[in-house]
Nanobody, 122 residues
Framework: QVQLVESGGGLVQTGGSLRLSCAAS????????MGWYRQAPGKQRELVAT???????NYADSVKGRFTISRDNAKNTVNLQMSSLKPEDTAVYYC????????????????WGQGTQVTVSS
């Protein structure tokens, strides 16, 4: 019913750049926020960056100044521009959608994408 399509992951050398995209579709009345989280092997999933319906952003300290999150409301898409990549950025990156459905009454939900691998070689 709701689908998130993630793209842009891959292998890059230290100092390189990647751009991740996540497009949402399905039974969505309103998107409240979208964001990116990541999980490295043996580690817990952590927040990378989020953007709300009001366009306010939040970044993990480890990526501030290097990553930029943006959105395209008309396409229900969120992007993450990653630059100056480091080996410690290596992880599976997951798109998260916080949204509302209106029938029979307004309810809010969270939905996760399948993840896309980002590998930064040293």
């Amino acid at each position: 019913q709701v689908q998130l399509v993630e793209s842009g992951g891959g292998l890059v050398q230290t100092g390189g750049s990647l751009r991740l995209s996540c497009a949402a579709s399905g039974s969505i009345f309103r998107i409240n926020a979208m964001g990116w989280y990541r999980q490295a092997p043996g580690k817990q999933r952590e927040l990378v960056a989020t953007i709300t319906s009001g366009a306010s952003t939040n970044y993990a300290d480890s990526v501030k100044g290097r990553f930029t999150i943006s959105r395209d409301n008309a396409k229900n898409t969120v992007n993450l521009q990653m630059s100056s990549l480091k080996p410690e950025d290596t992880a599976v990156y997951y798109c998260k959608l916080d949204f509302a459905q209106a029938e029979p009454f307004l309810r809010t939900y969270s939905y996760w994408g399948q993840g896309t691998q980002v590998t930064v070689s040293s």
